[in-house]
Nanobody, 126 residues
Framework: QVQLVESGGGLVQAGGSLRLSCAAS????????MGWFRQAPGKEREFVAA????????YYADSVKGRFTASRDNAKNTVYLQMNSLKPEDTAVYYC???????????????????WGQGTQVTVSS
């Protein structure tokens, strides 16, 4: 059984910061791409960031580049999303997801991911 559990969401004022965590259990994710996605009310789920678990490469949506940073702690099987300079349009439910590096072809496509967390709400007030 693979489980992903997010934490760290909350309410923050515009310009503030939050750090989301995603703890993985059930197997070692050294060869997995860990993705972050978000879904705002009335909108489709969108890609935020992806971190190649063992390679260290990270990829970001243009809307968050320079403000968000994805990182991982392999020893803890945990991936993080540091979010700085938050804007009201960042308000959404944030999800982490995982897919094996050998099977994924598009890190930005949510349908490629096999495992999902339950989501954590991030609300940015203006």
């Amino acid at each position: 059984q693979v489980q992903l559990v997010e934490s760290g969401g909350g309410l923050v004022q515009a310009g503030g910061s939050l750090r989301l965590s995603c703890a993985a259990s059930g197997r070692t994710f050294s060869n997995y791409v860990m993705g972050w996605f978000r879904q705002a009310p009335g909108k489709e789920r969108e890609f935020v960031a992806a971190a190649i678990w063992s390679g260290g490469n990270t990829y970001y949506a243009d809307s968050v580049k320079g403000r968000f940073t994805a990182s991982r702690d392999n020893a803890k099987n945990t991936v993080y999303l540091q979010m700085n300079s938050l804007k009201p349009e960042d308000t959404a439910v944030y999800y982490c997801a995982a897919v094996h590096f050998g099977t994924v072809t598009n890190y930005r496509a949510d349908h490629e991911y096999d495992y999902w967390g339950q989501g954590t709400q991030v609300t940015v007030s203006s």
